[in-house]
């Protein structure tokens, strides 16, 4: 199940935009489990052999960083992100609401 679940949450990373991001909670609520975040969290974790799965477009609902100690190095979460146009103070994303992307909800 778990594994499964995982691919579903990748499925729907690759499909984020570059120069955009959502959040844990929306991928969990385009699975149908609104209640899962956490487990797309886990799955974001789970992500580092994925060299196509663009974890660093993932954030928390307010548009924080909550991932970035999963990365290499200190900002490489913030880098990448800032490579694609999204500007980032404080492990927060500037604009959040215009960089966001709301994945489908799956029927």
Do not use: C
């Not at 120069?19 to 799955?43: C, D, E, P, Q």
């Not at 580092?48 to 490489?76: E, W």
């Not at 103070?89 to 609401?97: G, P, R």
């Amino acid at each position: 199940m778990e594994d499964n679940f995982f691919e579903r949450v990748y499925d729907i990373v690759r499909q984020i935009p570059e120069g955009k991001v959502t959040s844990y909670g929306a991928i969990a609520k385009a699975l149908g489990s609104a209640r899962s975040a956490r487990m797309v969290g886990w799955a974001m974790n789970a992500s580092h052999g994925h060299d196509d799965v663009p974890a660093h477009r993932v954030v928390n609902r307010i548009g924080m960083l909550s991932g970035k100690h999963h990365f290499d190095g200190t900002n490489l979460m913030q880098q990448l992100l800032e490579n694609e146009g999204v500007e980032v103070v404080d492990n927060q994303i500037v604009d959040f609401e215009k960089h966001f992307w709301q994945p489908e909800v799956s029927r």
